[in-house]
């Protein structure tokens, strides 16, 4: 069974600090994507990797893909409370195949 | 707003009851999903329609029945369900089965409790 886990599970941090959370498997991964779920909503897609190694910038929010596709990191620079939310990466099995990962949920206190 | 719209947003209904979910989408996709998001747990792909045909069905019991009846619409229907079912379920899209990883597009839920 292919399993993403996510760490850590809750991260509360005052606004303006920095942080980073983490999804790690076993498995290798065709692509890594991380959505923002904020209460009541779907999840809204942020950001796809697809090559090992592979570093995207998105604002404040650096992602990066492991050299090995089997894990990946998030992290964002200044938090805002808008930063706040679950935050889910996903990994692509196979072209028609993902799994999610239990999420992180990320409080930014003003 | 990601183009994918979910009605009704939250519903309650008791074990005996028949109800539906729906799910509309205007981005031109052709590959639409049903998930399920309970407490704790990740998401739980339970149906994938590609071309309005049914792909794949991860062993949802049958007290779930989808049905799309084109590519902008799909639909979840439940009858006879129980407590644990509570949860919220989502609707996705992507233009086709291959982007399904790259590209989804999530509704924005259903809330769905079972008393």
């Known amino acids: 069974t292919q399993l993403l886990e996510q760490s850590p599970q809750f991260l509360s941090i005052q606004e303006g600090e920095n942080l980073t959370v983490y999804c790690n498997s076993s498995s290798v991964f065709s692509s890594l994507q991380w959505y923002r779920q904020e209460p009541g909503e779907g999840p809204v897609l942020l950001v796809t990797?697809?090559?090992?190694?592979e570093v995207k910038k998105l604002k404040r929010l650096t992602f990066q893909f492991g050299d090995a596709r089997k894990d990946s990191s998030l992290h964002i620079t200044a938090a805002q409370p808008g930063d706040t939310g679950l935050y889910l990466c996903a990994g692509g099995v196979s072209y028609d195949k993902v799994i999610f990962g239990p999420g992180t949920s990320l409080s930014v206190i003003p | 707003e990601t183009g994918v719209t979910q009605t009704p947003r939250h519903l309650v209904m008791g074990m005996t009851n028949k109800k539906s979910l729906k799910c509309e989408q205007h981005?031109?996709?052709?590959?639409m999903y049903w998930y399920k998001q309970s407490a704790k747990k990740p998401l739980e792909l339970m149906f994938v329609?590609?071309?309005?045909?049914?792909?794949e069905n991860n062993s949802v019991p049958s007290r779930f029945s989808p049905e799309c009846p084109n590519s902008s619409h799909l639909f979840l229907h439940l009858h006879t369900l129980q407590p644990e079912d509570s949860a919220l379920y989502l609707c996705?899209?992507?233009?086709?089965?291959?982007?399904?990883?790259?590209?989804?597009?999530f509704g924005q839920g259903t809330r769905l409790t079972v008393v």
């Open positions: 981005l031109g996709h052709n590959a």
């Open positions: 996705a899209s992507s233009q086709d089965l291959r982007r399904m990883n790259t590209e989804a597009f």
């Open positions: 329609y590609n071309f309005k045909e049914q792909t």
């Open positions: 990797v697809v090559t090992g190694g």
